[in-house]
């Protein structure tokens, strides 16, 4: 492995996300957490600018940054009543080991049988268009199944966030 700028800037997004992530899943405060999925958020619109890819870290930062974490970020100013819940929280070690676990599986379990052990190639060095971009999102044999399944998740998170707010309010 050589020492250049794109591994530089890989191991700096690569401290943003993984420490955002970590203070996400570590703080108890819900303002300081939204704070942390910001700064996971920018790592990953890094790891598209590495790809040379500049419209998907775009729409990282406008549409993830820029709109779902301040909105989850007003969301938590305007509901005082969450922000002073006094949660019996179990104890985080079974919680971490039983998560490391399942990431360890998961890191073996696809990496190993789609690399072989060895190293993945270079990526390529022409990308896609945006046309080609829209095209793979909407066609039947390209993301529209992830795409469909993101906005079921997003809709469940906004179902039990009306529900966490009416069920303190009553």
Same mark, same amino acid.
């Given at each position: 492995?050589?020492?250049?700028?794109? @591994?530089? *800037?890989?191991?700096?997004?690569?401290?943003?996300?993984?420490?955002?992530?970590?203070? /996400?899943?570590?703080?108890?405060?819900?303002? #300081? *957490?939204?704070?942390?999925?910001?700064?996971? &958020?920018?790592?990953?619109?890094?790891?598209?600018?590495?790809?040379?890819? =500049?419209?998907?870290?775009?729409? #990282? $930062?406008?549409?993830?940054?820029?709109?779902? !974490?301040? &909105?989850?970020?007003?969301?938590?100013? +305007? @509901?005082?009543?969450?922000?002073?819940? %006094?949660?019996?929280? $179990?104890?985080?070690?079974?919680?971490? $080991? *039983?998560?490391?676990?399942?990431f360890l599986?998961?890191?073996?379990?696809?990496?190993?049988?789609?690399?072989?052990?060895? +190293?993945?190639? !270079?990526? =390529?060095?022409?990308?896609?268009?945006?046309?080609?971009? *829209?095209?793979?999102?909407?066609?039947?044999?390209?993301? /529209?199944?992830?795409?469909?399944?993101?906005?079921?998740?997003? @809709?469940?998170?906004? $179902?039990?966030?009306?529900?966490?707010?009416?069920?303190? %309010?009553a």
């Amino acid at each position: 492995m050589e020492l250049n700028a794109v @591994t530089i *800037g890989f191991a700096v997004f690569t401290i943003f996300t993984l420490g955002g992530g970590f203070g /996400v899943v570590t703080t108890r405060n819900l303002f #300081q *957490g939204t704070i942390w999925l910001m700064v996971s &958020l920018f790592g990953v619109a890094g790891y598209f600018i590495l790809l040379s890819a =500049p419209f998907l870290a775009a729409v #990282q $930062i406008l549409v993830y940054i820029g709109a779902i !974490a301040i &909105l989850i970020t007003f969301a938590v100013m +305007l @509901t005082r009543s969450v922000t002073r819940i %006094k949660v019996r929280y $179990i104890r985080l070690l079974p919680s971490f $080991i *039983g998560s490391l676990l399942v990431f360890l599986i998961l890191l073996f379990g696809i990496t190993v049988p789609i690399f072989g052990g060895q +190293l993945p190639e !270079a990526a =390529p060095q022409t990308v896609a268009s945006t046309r080609d971009l *829209g095209a793979a999102l909407v066609s039947e044999h390209g993301y /529209v199944v992830p795409f469909m399944l993101a906005s079921v998740l997003l @809709t469940g998170a906004m $179902i039990g966030a009306i529900f966490i707010a009416r069920d303190e %309010k009553a």
